[in-house]
């Protein structure tokens, strides 16, 4: 069983910064997306990005453009979810996750991580 860990939350103000990492328990991690969803309270689970195991193909929702940089050391087995200029909305639980397809749906997510709490406060 895959298991993903994530770190690196926490609480900081409007206009922070925070870096979550996301660690693979298992190698290789070959042939799987890794990306992060979030889930902010009373809402649905929702995509925030997403990268290819080469690291060329990256993908955001439009609400983080400019802001957070997905990025992966396929030797550490990590993904890196940098967040800039972080926002009340932005407050949520932030899920690590792998898929074998493409997809920015919940539904075809592989395997979860066990989240990691981002509170942004004004």
């Known amino acids: 069983q895959e298991q993903l860990v994530e770190s690196g939350g926490g609480l900081v103000q409007v206009g922070g910064s925070l870096r979550l990492s996301c660690v693979a328990s298992r190698r290789p991690f070959s042939a799987y997306f890794l990306g992060w969803f979030r889930q902010g309270p009373g809402k649905e689970r929702e995509f925030v990005a997403r990268i290819s195991y080469s690291g060329k193909q990256k993908y955001y929702t439009d609400s983080v453009k400019g802001r957070f940089t997905i990025s992966r050391d396929t030797a550490e087995n990590t993904v890196y979810l940098q967040m800039n200029n972080l926002k009340p909305e932005d407050t949520a639980v932030y899920y690590c996750?792998?898929?074998?397809?493409?997809?920015?749906?919940?539904?075809?997510?592989?395997?979860w991580g066990q989240g990691t709490q981002v509170t942004v406060s004004s």
């Open positions: 996750a792998a898929s074998l397809t493409n997809t920015r749906s919940v539904g075809e997510v592989n395997h």
